[in-house]
T-cell receptor, first 112, second 112 residues
């Protein structure tokens, strides 16, 4: 089965703790993306990576960090510096020459 | 800044009727447009896309129309079914940017 997996589906953390969200793809896609979605809102780009060991900030990168050590994996760390971390986080990937992004099922993070 | 916007946040249609979801964009340099469907608590799913060198593209029960003169995009769903109830997002990109910019979404509700 090819696709994008995100784990866990639901995540709960206390304020002040860092938390890492997992994103794995076996589609052999070059590019990977992280988006944040708030209730009733569209998707906002946090970080993206076009190739291994390289990534760029999106529109709302403050308080987040990423790594891209392997082509298949693009984990997102939500740090304690992120003021409003509670949200639905979506990971996506696409072929290097393509435009269509394929999305994972998402992780709902709740910080209290 | 540049953005992709939607005319209506909600749309209700009778089962069996046709649905039309509209989207406005402001970046005249956009050359790729895509529609996604997002069911509650899930990641967005690809519906259909279109490039700026086309005015119309058809899929299974769906048609996307692009009017570059007025920077308007629409998604038409024929014979709307209960399973079509979801939030629909349009997104645009420029080849140079390699990113998708999403609109805020339209909630489609299919009435029995």
């Amino acid at each position: 089965d090819g696709g994008i997996t995100q784990s866990p589906k639901y995540l709960f953390r206390k304020e002040g703790q860092n938390v890492t969200l997992s994103c794995e793809q076996n589609l052999n896609h070059d590019a990977m993306y992280w988006y944040r979605q708030d209730p009733g809102q569209g998707l906002r780009l946090i970080y993206y990576s076009q190739i291994v060991n390289d990534f760029q900030k999106g529109d709302i990168a403050e308080g987040y960090s990423v790594s891209r050590e392997k082509k298949e994996s693009f984990p997102l760390t939500v740090t304690s510096a992120q003021k409003n971390p509670t949200a639905f986080y979506l990971c996506a990937s696409k072929k290097g020459t393509g435009d269509e992004q394929y999305f994972g099922p998402g992780t709902r993070l709740t910080v209290t | 800044g540049e953005s992709v916007g939607l005319h209506l946040p909600t749309l209700s249609v009778q089962e069996g009727d046709n649905s039309i979801i509209n989207c406005a964009y402001s970046n005249s340099a956009s050359d790729y447009f895509i529609w996604y469907k997002q069911e509650s608590g899930k990641g967005p799913q690809f519906i259909i896309d279109i490039r700026s060198n086309m005015d119309k593209r058809q899929g299974q029960r769906v048609t996307v129309l692009l009017n570059k003169t007025v920077k308007h995009l629409s998604l038409q769903i024929a014979a709307t079914q209960p399973g079509d109830s979801a939030v629909y997002f349009c997104a645009e990109s420029r080849r140079s940017a390699r990113q998708l910019t999403f609109g805020s979404g339209t909630q489609l509700t299919v009435l029995p």
